[in-house]
Structure formats: structure tokens, C-alpha cells
């Protein structure tokens, strides 16, 4: 156990709508960043956030959206849902302490995009 | 894209026997890790190895990092049914302190009891 909570853990959708998915970080720990993980993939890095401001983004379009809150909780926003977006999403969380450290996973929700 | 590469995509052994689990990747890294994934769930934190070490030993797990030919290995001594699972190499850039972290595309290791 990371101590690293996810929800929901499963997720069905259609193409066209929108959903937002939760993390909840490990105490302490001040930082977190968002993968995706289609299947037989590995993760793929979203964005991070840092003290709640994004501290880095990957190869994802605007769609994809974040939050981190002032308890360093945070939320995966997605837009117009396409079928591609069908993947594991992961959550990661730990402490900047000016050099790097482990990141702690959660569990994952399944999106599921029909 | 994908930084790290895994080599081989897929190891089965028997309960007992050793395992070894090569990645390569293509720029330079401030850090590389292996995580563990059972089932398609959540990654297991196994091992960090900072650019300027060499080898770094936790439990039954023995890693290698070798950063002028850009490699890493992972060993697992004595494997165990219960070691079945993805493993994935992932490596931290140079520069920033907990910036992302990018993966390969996994091993499956079966290990047969």
C-alpha cells in the first residue's frame, strides 16, 4: 500500500463527454503527476503539479486538464472524450525536496470510452 | 515517446531460478527506476539508481546502471511465484528535481511454480 487513493476505480463513458478523476496523495507529499497507460503500453506522463501550479506537461492536448488542491489532493479533467482516450490513468505522488525522489502509485481508475 | 526500452518483452522461468531484466534508454538521466505492476494495477516502487552510482542492492533485487553505454539492469535472485508481474524502467531527466518520469514498455515475467 502507497497510501495513494484513486476514484472512481472503473469509469464507462461516451465519446463527447467529459469526466474527472481523483487522486489523493500520500501525506506529506506535495507533488503529483498524472500517466496514462493504454493496454500493453507503458505510462505515459500527463502533466505534474507542484504546490497547485502545473510543473510540467507531456505530449497531451488541452483537453486534458488538471487541478491540485491546497490539501495537494488533485483531479484529471478530460474533454470531448475520444476512443483513443480508453486507458488505465495513474496517479503518482511524493515529495520535492530539490532532488528526485520516489513517486508513489495509486491504484488507477479504468476509463472505458465507448 | 518511449525513453526506455526493455529487453526482452516477455521472461519465464522456474520458481527459484534468477531473473534479468535489461533496459536502455536514449538521453541523459538524472535517475533511473524500475517499478512493478501486477495485473494491470497500480506500479510498485522497487528501486531508484542515481547517474552516479553503479549498483544498487534491495532484498532479492540487484540493479546496475551503466551510463555510458545508457543501460540498466534489474536482477531478481531466487524468484518466487509470486514475482509474476510487468516490469517497467523508468527514467527521471537531468535536470528538476521530481519532474516526469519516463517508461518503456514493460516485461511480463512469468514465474512458473
Known amino acids: 500500500e502507497t497510501g495513494v487513493t484513486q476514484s472512481p476505480t472503473h469509469l464507462i463513458k461516451t465519446r463527447g463527454q467529459q469526466v474527472t478523476l481523483r487522486c489523493s496523495s500520500q501525506?506529506?507529499?506535495?507533488?503529483v503527476s498524472w500517466y496514462q497507460q493504454a493496454l500493453g503500453q507503458g505510462p505515459q506522463f500527463i502533466f505534474q503539479y507542484y504546490r497547485e501550479e502545473e510543473n510540467g506537461r507531456g505530449n497531451f492536448p488541452p483537453r486534458f486538464s488538471g487541478l491540485q488542491f491546497p490539501n495537494y489532493s488533485s483531479e484529471l479533467n478530460v474533454n470531448a472524450l475520444e476512443l483513443d482516450d480508453s486507458a488505465l490513468y495513474l496517479c503518482?505522488?511524493?515529495?520535492?525536496?530539490?532532488?528526485?525522489?520516489?513517486?508513489?502509485f495509486g491504484p488507477g481508475t479504468r476509463l472505458t470510452v465507448l | 515517446s518511449q525513453q526506455g526500452e526493455e529487453d526482452p518483452q516477455a521472461l519465464s522461468i522456474q520458481e527459484g531460478e534468477n531473473a534479468t531484466m535489461n533496459c536502455s534508454y536514449k538521453?541523459?538521466?538524472?535517475?533511473l527506476q524500475w517499478y512493478r505492476q501486477n495485473s494491470g494495477r497500480g506500479l510498485v516502487h522497487l528501486i531508484l539508481?542515481?547517474?552516479?552510482?553503479r549498483e544498487k542492492h534491495s532484498g532479492r533485487l540487484r540493479v546496475t546502471l551503466d551510463t555510458s553505454k545508457k543501460s540498466s539492469s534489474l536482477l531478481i535472485t531466487a524468484s518466487r511465484a509470486a514475482d509474476t508481474a510487468s516490469y517497467f524502467c523508468a527514467t527521471g531527466p537531468y535536470t528538476g528535481a521530481n519532474s516526469k518520469l519516463t517508461f518503456g514498455k514493460g516485461i511480463t515475467l512469468s514465474v512458473r511454480p
Open positions: 501525506s506529506g507529499h506535495n507533488t
Open positions: 539508481i542515481r547517474s552516479n552510482e
Open positions: 503518482a505522488s511524493s515529495l520535492d525536496r530539490g532532488r528526485p525522489d520516489t513517486q508513489y
Open positions: 538521453t541523459s538521466i538524472n535517475n
